[in-house]
Protein backbone atom coordinates (compact mmCIF):
# COMPACT_ATOMS: atom_id res chain seq x y z
CA UNK A 1 0.00 0.00 0.00
CA UNK A 2 1.20 3.79 -0.27
CA UNK A 3 0.91 6.57 1.88
CA UNK A 4 -1.71 7.37 4.49
CA UNK A 5 -2.64 11.26 4.18
CA UNK A 6 -4.38 13.02 7.35
CA UNK A 7 -6.14 16.46 6.51
CA UNK A 8 -6.50 19.21 8.94
CA UNK A 9 -5.54 22.19 10.87
CA UNK A 10 -2.60 22.14 12.86
CA UNK A 11 -2.76 23.89 16.22
CA UNK A 12 -1.20 24.42 18.94
CA UNK A 13 -2.23 23.47 22.59
CA UNK A 14 -1.14 25.89 25.46
CA UNK A 15 -2.30 24.36 28.70
CA UNK A 16 -2.45 26.48 32.19
CA UNK A 17 -2.94 24.83 35.42
CA UNK A 18 -6.41 25.46 36.73
CA UNK A 19 -4.50 27.38 39.94
CA UNK A 20 -3.15 29.99 38.20
CA UNK A 21 0.61 29.27 39.29
CA UNK A 22 1.58 29.45 35.69
CA UNK A 23 1.62 33.34 36.42
CA UNK A 24 3.78 33.15 38.92
CA UNK A 25 5.95 31.00 37.20
CA UNK A 26 5.45 33.31 33.77
CA UNK A 27 5.59 29.57 32.11
CA UNK A 28 3.11 27.45 29.97
CA UNK A 29 3.34 24.16 28.92
CA UNK A 30 2.68 24.45 24.52
CA UNK A 31 2.39 21.47 22.68
CA UNK A 32 2.39 20.70 18.99
CA UNK A 33 -0.65 18.71 17.98
CA UNK A 34 -4.61 18.97 15.74
CA UNK A 35 -6.28 15.85 15.79
CA UNK A 36 -5.77 14.60 12.38
CA UNK A 37 -1.51 15.86 12.64
CA UNK A 38 -2.17 13.27 15.96
CA UNK A 39 -3.38 10.76 13.94
CA UNK A 40 0.14 11.20 11.27
CA UNK A 41 2.43 11.11 14.32
CA UNK A 42 1.20 7.98 15.40
CA UNK A 43 1.43 6.26 12.45
CA UNK A 44 4.84 7.88 11.68
CA UNK A 45 5.96 6.48 14.69
CA UNK A 46 4.42 2.70 14.03
CA UNK A 47 5.95 2.66 10.80
CA UNK A 48 3.40 3.29 8.82
CA UNK A 49 4.03 5.63 5.47
CA UNK A 50 2.61 8.69 6.82
CA UNK A 51 1.98 12.47 5.34
CA UNK A 52 0.19 15.38 6.28
CA UNK A 53 -1.94 17.81 4.63
CA UNK A 54 -2.52 20.93 6.36
CA UNK A 55 -2.16 24.90 5.50
CA UNK A 56 0.46 27.13 7.44
CA UNK A 57 1.78 30.38 6.67
CA UNK A 58 5.19 31.22 5.57
CA UNK A 59 7.18 32.08 8.63
CA UNK A 60 10.17 30.57 11.06
CA UNK A 61 7.53 29.27 13.34
CA UNK A 62 6.23 27.38 10.25
CA UNK A 63 9.50 25.88 9.26
CA UNK A 64 10.06 25.22 13.33
CA UNK A 65 6.98 23.03 13.05
CA UNK A 66 7.81 21.76 9.78
CA UNK A 67 11.14 20.40 10.97
CA UNK A 68 9.60 18.68 13.76
CA UNK A 69 7.32 16.80 12.01
CA UNK A 70 10.46 15.52 9.40
CA UNK A 71 11.89 14.54 12.80
CA UNK A 72 8.93 12.18 12.70
CA UNK A 73 9.12 10.68 9.55
CA UNK A 74 5.84 12.85 8.25
CA UNK A 75 6.27 13.45 5.08
CA UNK A 76 5.56 17.20 4.83
CA UNK A 77 5.84 18.48 1.33
CA UNK A 78 2.75 18.95 0.50
CA UNK A 79 1.64 20.96 2.93
CA UNK A 80 -0.25 24.35 2.13
CA UNK A 81 1.63 27.75 2.02
CA UNK A 82 -0.07 30.40 2.92
CA UNK A 83 -2.41 33.02 5.43
CA UNK A 84 -1.00 34.72 8.32
CA UNK A 85 -1.42 32.70 11.89
CA UNK A 86 -1.47 29.21 12.73
CA UNK A 87 -4.32 28.05 14.83
CA UNK A 88 -4.03 28.17 19.16
CA UNK A 89 -6.50 26.42 21.65
CA UNK A 90 -6.09 27.30 25.13
CA UNK A 91 -7.38 24.16 27.91
CA UNK A 92 -6.76 23.48 31.57
CA UNK A 93 -4.06 21.17 32.43
CA UNK A 94 -5.75 17.41 32.45
CA UNK A 95 -8.99 18.86 31.23
CA UNK A 96 -10.83 17.03 27.90
CA UNK A 97 -11.62 19.03 24.67
CA UNK A 98 -15.41 18.79 25.34
CA UNK A 99 -14.71 20.65 28.64
CA UNK A 100 -16.55 24.21 28.95
CA UNK A 101 -13.11 25.58 29.66
CA UNK A 102 -11.28 25.61 26.05
CA UNK A 103 -10.86 28.73 24.33
CA UNK A 104 -10.39 28.11 20.38
CA UNK A 105 -8.46 31.30 18.85
CA UNK A 106 -8.32 29.98 15.20
CA UNK A 107 -10.43 32.52 13.57
CA UNK A 108 -8.65 33.51 9.89
CA UNK A 109 -5.93 30.72 10.37
CA UNK A 110 -3.94 29.64 7.26
CA UNK A 111 -6.47 26.53 7.00
CA UNK A 112 -9.29 28.42 8.11
CA UNK A 113 -8.78 31.17 5.12
CA UNK A 114 -8.76 27.73 2.47
CA UNK A 115 -10.88 28.05 -0.41
CA UNK A 116 -12.16 25.78 -3.03
CA UNK A 117 -10.29 25.29 -6.29
CA UNK A 118 -6.63 26.07 -4.87
CA UNK A 119 -5.41 22.91 -4.11
CA UNK A 120 -4.30 20.55 -6.14
CA UNK A 121 -5.58 17.73 -5.02
CA UNK A 122 -3.91 15.59 -7.80
CA UNK A 123 -0.48 16.47 -6.97
CA UNK A 124 -1.43 15.98 -3.29
CA UNK A 125 -2.94 12.54 -3.24
CA UNK A 126 -0.46 11.38 -5.19
CA UNK A 127 1.15 8.13 -3.94
CA UNK A 128 -1.91 8.26 -1.38
CA UNK A 129 -4.13 5.05 -0.67
CA UNK A 130 -5.76 6.01 2.66
CA UNK A 131 -6.80 10.00 3.09
CA UNK A 132 -8.14 10.59 6.96
CA UNK A 133 -9.92 13.86 8.25
CA UNK A 134 -12.45 14.82 11.05
CA UNK A 135 -15.75 16.17 11.61
CA UNK A 136 -13.38 19.23 13.17
CA UNK A 137 -12.39 20.58 9.94
CA UNK A 138 -15.88 21.34 8.45
CA UNK A 139 -16.55 22.88 11.66
CA UNK A 140 -14.84 26.05 11.38
CA UNK A 141 -17.03 27.74 8.89
CA UNK A 142 -18.62 27.12 4.90
CA UNK A 143 -15.65 27.50 3.67
CA UNK A 144 -13.50 25.09 5.45
CA UNK A 145 -16.52 22.38 4.95
CA UNK A 146 -16.40 22.91 0.81
CA UNK A 147 -13.12 21.97 1.19
CA UNK A 148 -13.18 18.88 3.18
CA UNK A 149 -15.82 17.99 0.15
CA UNK A 150 -13.95 18.52 -2.80
CA UNK A 151 -10.94 16.81 -0.93
CA UNK A 152 -13.42 13.60 -0.26
CA UNK A 153 -14.60 13.90 -3.68
CA UNK A 154 -10.95 13.82 -5.58
CA UNK A 155 -10.32 11.09 -2.98
CA UNK A 156 -13.03 8.72 -3.85
CA UNK A 157 -12.47 9.29 -7.55
CA UNK A 158 -9.21 8.05 -7.32
CA UNK A 159 -10.42 4.55 -5.70
CA UNK A 160 -8.36 6.15 -2.07
CA UNK A 161 -9.88 4.61 1.01
CA UNK A 162 -11.26 7.40 3.14
CA UNK A 163 -12.06 7.60 6.63
CA UNK A 164 -13.60 10.20 9.58
CA UNK A 165 -13.65 11.11 13.00
CA UNK A 166 -16.79 12.33 14.08
CA UNK A 167 -15.38 14.21 16.73
CA UNK A 168 -17.79 16.88 18.05
CA UNK A 169 -16.69 20.47 19.36
CA UNK A 170 -20.16 22.28 20.23
CA UNK A 171 -17.94 25.67 19.84
CA UNK A 172 -16.57 25.34 16.84
CA UNK A 173 -20.13 25.41 14.71
CA UNK A 174 -21.08 28.90 15.23
CA UNK A 175 -21.68 29.66 11.24
CA UNK A 176 -25.18 28.91 10.88
CA UNK A 177 -25.09 25.22 10.17
CA UNK A 178 -25.54 22.44 12.33
CA UNK A 179 -23.30 19.48 11.63
CA UNK A 180 -26.40 16.79 10.82
CA UNK A 181 -26.34 19.40 7.66
CA UNK A 182 -22.68 19.31 6.44
CA UNK A 183 -21.31 15.86 7.75
CA UNK A 184 -23.70 13.04 6.06
CA UNK A 185 -22.62 14.75 2.62
CA UNK A 186 -18.66 14.12 3.26
CA UNK A 187 -19.94 10.71 4.99
CA UNK A 188 -21.32 8.97 2.23
CA UNK A 189 -17.84 9.48 0.81
CA UNK A 190 -15.91 7.20 3.60
CA UNK A 191 -15.08 3.56 3.94
CA UNK A 192 -14.18 3.78 7.66
CA UNK A 193 -16.61 6.15 10.56
CA UNK A 194 -15.55 6.50 13.96
CA UNK A 195 -16.91 8.18 16.46
CA UNK A 196 -19.79 7.14 19.13
CA UNK A 197 -23.23 6.83 19.35
CA UNK A 198 -23.96 10.33 20.79
CA UNK A 199 -21.54 12.02 17.70
CA UNK A 200 -23.41 9.73 15.32
CA UNK A 201 -27.00 11.27 16.59
CA UNK A 202 -25.63 14.75 16.35
CA UNK A 203 -23.77 14.49 13.30
CA UNK A 204 -25.72 11.91 11.26
CA UNK A 205 -28.86 12.03 12.64
CA UNK A 206 -28.95 8.17 13.75
CA UNK A 207 -31.29 8.83 16.55
CA UNK A 208 -30.99 6.80 19.75
CA UNK A 209 -33.80 5.89 22.18
CA UNK A 210 -34.33 7.71 25.18
CA UNK A 211 -33.74 5.82 27.94
CA UNK A 212 -30.02 5.60 26.40
CA UNK A 213 -29.36 8.75 28.05
CA UNK A 214 -30.52 7.72 31.59
CA UNK A 215 -28.70 4.72 31.05
CA UNK A 216 -25.21 3.44 31.88
CA UNK A 217 -25.48 -0.76 31.54
CA UNK A 218 -22.68 -1.95 29.20
CA UNK A 219 -24.82 -3.92 27.65
CA UNK A 220 -27.34 -1.65 26.48
CA UNK A 221 -24.61 0.85 24.72
CA UNK A 222 -23.02 -2.48 23.22
CA UNK A 223 -26.54 -2.73 21.31
CA UNK A 224 -26.82 0.37 20.65
CA UNK A 225 -23.36 0.59 18.93
CA UNK A 226 -24.74 -2.59 16.71
CA UNK A 227 -27.72 -0.76 15.72
CA UNK A 228 -26.10 2.79 14.97
CA UNK A 229 -23.39 0.67 13.29
CA UNK A 230 -26.12 -1.01 10.80
CA UNK A 231 -27.84 1.87 10.18
CA UNK A 232 -24.75 4.14 9.43
CA UNK A 233 -23.58 1.39 7.17
CA UNK A 234 -27.43 1.13 5.54
CA UNK A 235 -27.20 4.69 4.88
CA UNK A 236 -23.89 5.25 3.41
CA UNK A 237 -23.26 2.52 1.52
CA UNK A 238 -19.57 3.06 0.95
CA UNK A 239 -19.31 2.65 4.57
CA UNK A 240 -17.93 -1.18 5.47
CA UNK A 241 -16.60 -0.37 8.81
CA UNK A 242 -17.88 1.70 11.97
CA UNK A 243 -16.14 1.75 15.11
CA UNK A 244 -17.49 3.15 18.59
CA UNK A 245 -16.28 4.39 21.46
CA UNK A 246 -16.94 4.39 24.99
CA UNK A 247 -15.07 6.56 27.84
CA UNK A 248 -16.41 7.11 31.04
CA UNK A 249 -15.46 9.18 34.21
CA UNK A 250 -14.48 6.31 36.49
CA UNK A 251 -13.26 7.93 40.28
CA UNK A 252 -10.82 10.82 39.10
CA UNK A 253 -10.14 8.40 35.92
CA UNK A 254 -11.96 6.66 33.26
CA UNK A 255 -13.50 3.43 32.21
CA UNK A 256 -12.75 2.65 28.63
CA UNK A 257 -14.38 0.26 25.78
CA UNK A 258 -14.75 0.51 22.52
CA UNK A 259 -16.53 -1.45 19.32
CA UNK A 260 -15.83 -2.31 15.58
CA UNK A 261 -18.28 -3.85 13.13
CA UNK A 262 -17.39 -4.97 10.40
CA UNK A 263 -18.21 -7.76 7.65
CA UNK A 264 -21.90 -7.95 9.52
CA UNK A 265 -20.29 -8.51 13.00
CA UNK A 266 -19.71 -6.26 15.98
CA UNK A 267 -16.79 -6.80 17.88
CA UNK A 268 -16.26 -5.56 21.52
CA UNK A 269 -12.87 -4.80 22.88
CA UNK A 270 -11.08 -5.29 26.56
CA UNK A 271 -12.37 -2.86 28.94
CA UNK A 272 -9.52 -0.71 30.61
CA UNK A 273 -10.13 1.50 33.86
CA UNK A 274 -7.44 3.48 35.69
CA UNK A 275 -8.56 5.54 38.50
CA UNK A 276 -5.78 8.14 37.60
CA UNK A 277 -4.96 9.60 34.27
CA UNK A 278 -2.73 12.56 32.82
CA UNK A 279 -3.73 13.96 29.54
CA UNK A 280 -7.26 12.69 28.23
CA UNK A 281 -6.05 15.16 24.42
CA UNK A 282 -5.48 13.23 21.66
CA UNK A 283 -6.86 9.50 23.12
CA UNK A 284 -9.00 9.48 20.45
CA UNK A 285 -7.16 10.31 17.64
CA UNK A 286 -4.69 7.68 19.38
CA UNK A 287 -7.58 4.99 18.64
CA UNK A 288 -8.52 6.00 15.26
CA UNK A 289 -4.47 5.99 14.42
CA UNK A 290 -4.89 2.50 15.88
CA UNK A 291 -7.41 1.09 13.66
CA UNK A 292 -5.54 2.50 10.51
CA UNK A 293 -2.40 0.66 11.37
CA UNK A 294 -4.69 -2.78 11.85
CA UNK A 295 -6.33 -2.27 8.72
CA UNK A 296 -3.73 -0.95 6.75
CA UNK A 297 -2.08 -4.35 7.71
CA UNK A 298 -4.81 -6.58 7.02
CA UNK A 299 -4.99 -7.31 10.56
CA UNK A 300 -8.19 -9.36 11.77
CA UNK A 301 -11.46 -6.76 13.27
CA UNK A 302 -10.64 -8.28 16.44
CA UNK A 303 -6.34 -7.85 16.48
CA UNK A 304 -7.57 -4.38 14.99
CA UNK A 305 -9.92 -3.29 17.48
CA UNK A 306 -7.86 -4.11 20.35
CA UNK A 307 -4.57 -2.88 19.44
CA UNK A 308 -6.19 0.61 19.01
CA UNK A 309 -7.92 0.31 22.39
CA UNK A 310 -4.76 -0.16 23.83
CA UNK A 311 -3.12 2.13 21.85
CA UNK A 312 -5.78 5.04 22.71
CA UNK A 313 -5.86 3.79 26.67
CA UNK A 314 -2.14 4.07 26.90
CA UNK A 315 -2.29 7.77 25.53
CA UNK A 316 -3.95 8.61 28.60
CA UNK A 317 -0.42 8.54 30.78
CA UNK A 318 1.41 10.67 27.78
CA UNK A 319 1.30 14.40 28.32
CA UNK A 320 1.34 15.88 24.84
CA UNK A 321 -1.40 15.73 22.23
CA UNK A 322 0.38 12.92 19.88
CA UNK A 323 1.28 9.73 21.51
CA UNK A 324 4.79 8.36 22.01
CA UNK A 325 4.35 5.02 22.69
CA UNK A 326 5.93 2.34 19.81
CA UNK A 327 3.94 -0.71 18.95
CA UNK A 328 5.81 -2.56 21.42
CA UNK A 329 4.90 -0.72 24.21
CA UNK A 330 0.87 -0.64 22.95
CA UNK A 331 1.27 -4.89 22.78
CA UNK A 332 2.40 -4.37 26.65
CA UNK A 333 -0.15 -2.33 27.44
CA UNK A 334 -2.47 -5.28 25.33
CA UNK A 335 -0.69 -8.07 27.46
CA UNK A 336 -0.82 -6.23 30.48
CA UNK A 337 -4.82 -6.39 30.31
CA UNK A 338 -5.46 -9.73 29.14
Known sequence: MGKVLSFGELLLRISPDGDGEWLAENKLPFYIGGAELNVATALALWDIPSAYF?????????????????????????????????????????????????????ANSAFAMLQTGTINWDKVLDGITWFHFSAICPALNQAAADVCLEAVKAASAKGITI???????????????????????????????????????????????????????????????????????????????????????????????????????????????????????????????????????????????????AAAFNKLFIPSDCTTATVAEVKKTLAEND
Open 163 to 309: SIDLNYRAKLWQYGKQPSEIIPQLAQYCDLIMGNIWAAEKMLSISLPEFIHKTSDKNVYLEQAKATSQQIIKNYPKCKSVANTFRFDYKQGIKYYTTLYTENELTVSKEYASEKILDKVGSGDCFMAGLIYGFYHGNSPSETLNFAT
Open 54 to 106: TALPQNFMSEQIIGYMDSANIETSKIHHGGDRIGLYYLPKGKDLKNAGVIYDR
